[in-house]
C-alpha cells in the first residue's frame, strides 16, 4: 500500500496548514489513518488518527486546533489551526489494515514519505 502525502510547509504561528494522504482506493481490511509527528530532538508522535467507521482519536497537545477527516477515495486530510512553533515537526502518513484468516488476525501497518511542517514564531 502507498500513501501520497502532501500540503507540508512554512507557515507563521497562528496559521493553518491542510496536509493530504491519498491511499488507494481500496484496501481490503483498511482498520484506520492518521497522522504522526517526529519533532526536532524528540520521539514520534500521534498526532490525529480516524477509524473505518469515522471514530477520532487526538494527540493532546493538538486536541481543538487540529481536525482529521477522510473522504471516500481513501484520502486522510488534517486541518491545523493555530499553529504553534511546537508544531514544527515532519508529518507521516499511517494506514493500518487488520485481516482475518482461519481465526489469526494479522496486522499491517504502512507509512508514507513525511512531511515537513514548519511553523516560525
Known amino acids: 500500500v502507498q500513501l501520497q502525502a502532501s500540503g507540508g510547509g512554512l507557515v507563521q504561528a497562528g496559521g493553518s496548514l491542510r496536509l493530504s494522504c491519498a491511499a488507494p482506493?481500496?484496501?481490503?481490511?483498511?482498520?484506520?489513518m492518521g497522522w504522526y509527528r517526529q519533532g526536532p530532538g524528540k520521539q514520534r508522535e500521534l498526532a490525529a488518527s480516524i477509524t473505518r467507521d469515522g471514530t477520532t482519536n487526538y494527540g493532546d497537545s493538538v486536541k481543538g486546533r487540529f481536525t482529521i477527516s477522510r473522504d471516500a477515495k481513501n484520502t486522510v486530510y488534517l486541518q491545523m489551526n493555530s499553529l504553534q512553533s511546537e508544531d514544527t515537526a515532519v508529518y507521516y502518513c499511517?494506514?493500518?489494515?487488520?485481516?482475518?484468516?482461519?481465526?489469526?488476525?494479522?496486522?499491517?501497518?504502512?507509512w508514507g514519505q513525511g512531511t515537513l511542517v514548519t511553523v516560525s514564531s
Open positions: 482506493g481500496n484496501i481490503f481490511g483498511l482498520d484506520s
Open positions: 499511517n494506514l493500518v489494515r487488520r485481516r482475518s484468516t482461519f481465526g489469526q488476525t494479522k496486522i499491517d501497518e504502512y
